[in-house]
């Protein structure tokens, strides 16, 4: 990298955060999210990616023994872990999930699962992402494939026992459809990235017995704002 693009990024940087503080972010959130323009910040400092107004939630809700169900591996596994939760982790991506294992201590206690991506018979035309029945996914590269086997690890969950559940990965509504029944009352279910409207436009009434709480902001390493929603489970 240049002189010239590390001054331009730092700049950037700094006007974002000022833009951030004038919206009302907390200061310490802008401090924290300074460190997280580091390499590996979400490794080394495990946090999931997830906006600071979610996390802050979050800090509050968890305790020790808390079980819980992530779709999408990384800093937030490593974070589940720190509370020395019960967790079951989903990942489709083979060599993001070595990364992952790798760092994991041999004695952890997260049941860590690979489940990529499966093409679709001839027979199956439906790759709408906005469809909880289609088991697909919006990104290119995964046109032509279904997510049903990723989506449907949470079925071998007993339905009330989960006291988080963390969709942050693929084939979002499915996600939620699936994960839904296995919330207990008083447990939450998270959306990550809920700016984007499909995800929640035919789950019709999947979430009726949740409270959303929606925390629009910045997120750890990214440099625009997004909105996480957490759905606390009322009946």
Same mark, same amino acid.
């Given at each position: 990298?240049?002189?010239?693009?590390?001054?331009?990024?730092?700049?950037?940087?700094?006007?974002?955060?000022?833009?951030?503080?004038?919206?009302?972010?907390?200061p310490?959130?802008?401090?924290?999210w300074?460190r997280?323009?580091?390499?590996?910040?979400?490794l080394?400092?495990?946090?999931?990616w997830?906006?600071?107004?979610?996390?802050?939630?979050?800090?509050?809700?968890?305790?020790?023994?808390? /079980?819980?169900? !992530? #779709?999408?591996?990384?800093?937030?596994?490593?974070?589940?872990l720190?509370? %020395?939760? &019960?967790?079951? @982790?989903?990942?489709?991506?083979?060599?993001?999930?070595?990364?992952?294992?790798k760092?994991?201590?041999?004695? /952890?206690?997260? !049941? #860590?699962?690979?489940?990529?991506?499966?093409?679709?018979?001839?027979s199956? %035309?439906? &790759?709408?992402? @906005?469809?909880?029945?289609?088991?697909?996914?919006?990104?290119?590269?995964f046109?032509?494939?279904?997510?049903?086997?990723?989506v449907?690890?949470?079925?071998?969950?007993t339905?009330g026992?989960?006291?988080?559940?963390?969709?942050?990965?693929? @084939?979002?509504?499915?996600?939620?459809?699936?994960?839904a029944?296995?919330?207990?009352?008083?447990?939450?279910?998270?959306?990550?990235?809920?700016?984007?409207?499909?995800?929640?436009?035919?789950?019709?009434?999947?979430?009726e017995?949740f409270r959303?709480?929606?925390?629009?902001?910045?997120?750890?390493?990214?440099?625009?704002?997004?909105?996480?929603?957490?759905?606390?489970?009322?009946?």
């Open positions: 990298m240049s002189a010239y693009t590390w001054m331009r990024s730092r700049i950037g940087a700094v006007v974002f955060a000022s833009h951030m503080l004038i919206r009302g972010e907390r310490r959130n802008i401090v924290e300074f997280s323009l580091r390499p590996n910040y979400l080394e400092r495990p946090s999931p997830i906006t600071f107004g979610a996390i802050d939630f979050l800090e509050e809700y968890i305790r020790p023994g808390m /079980n819980v169900f !992530e #779709y999408g591996s990384g800093g937030s596994t490593f974070y589940w720190r509370y %020395k939760t &019960s967790l079951i @982790s989903v990942e489709h991506d083979p060599m993001w999930y070595e990364i992952v294992h760092k994991l201590a041999p004695d /952890n206690s997260v !049941e #860590y699962r690979l489940s990529p991506p499966m093409r679709r018979s001839e199956d %035309k439906n &790759s709408d992402p @906005s469809d909880p029945a289609a088991y697909a996914s919006e990104a290119v590269e046109t032509g494939y279904t997510f049903e086997e990723y449907r690890q949470i079925d071998t969950v339905d026992s989960l006291d988080i559940v963390l969709v942050d990965g693929r @084939s979002r509504p499915s996600c939620i459809v699936h994960a029944p296995k919330v207990r009352r008083g447990g939450i279910l998270i959306l990550d990235n809920a700016e984007r409207p499909y995800y929640v436009s035919r789950i019709g009434s999947h979430l017995n959303p709480h929606q925390f629009s902001g910045m997120t750890p390493c990214n440099r625009w704002i997004s909105q996480t929603n957490i759905y606390l489970r009322e009946s």
